[in-house]
């Protein structure tokens, strides 16, 4: 079992940067991936990033290229994302979460998920 707690979330204005956490516990061998969801008010949860904890391989959403950026701390069992020049639709309940198999591309099968932290971007 593996247990994930994100912080980091808040409102911001647009245009800022904001770094979100995720600090995970549990068994090692459950969290060989792990990723970045978020949803949108009345929006399907969609995939955001993703990093194979072992050597740092990362994947990103088409629409998450160029503003944000995943990386992790394998010591601190701990994964950010940081989001550069914030946008309004950006706005989300962000989520960690970590799944057993190494294979980035495929996105639907994590097992394990965070309570989500709430990213406001705002003026």
């Known amino acids: 079992q593996v247990q994930l707690v994100e912080s980091g979330g808040g409102l911001v204005q647009p245009g800022e940067s904001l770094r979100l956490s995720c600090v995970a516990s549990g068994r090692a061998s459950s969290r060989s991936a792990m990723g970045w969801f978020r949803q949108a008010p009345g929006k399907e949860r969609e995939f955001v990033a993703a990093i194979r904890w072992r050597d740092g391989t990362t994947e990103y959403a088409d629409s998450a290229k160029g503003r944000f950026r995943i990386s992790r701390d394998i010591a601190a069992n701990t994964m950010w994302l940081q989001i550069h020049s914030s946008k309004p639709e950006d706005t989300a309940v962000y989520y960690c979460?970590?799944?057993?198999?190494?294979?980035?591309?495929?996105?639907?099968?994590?097992?394990?998920w965070g309570q989500g932290t709430q990213v406001t971007v705002s003026s």
């Open positions: 979460a970590a799944k057993e198999s190494p294979i980035l591309v495929v996105t639907t099968d994590y097992s394990s």
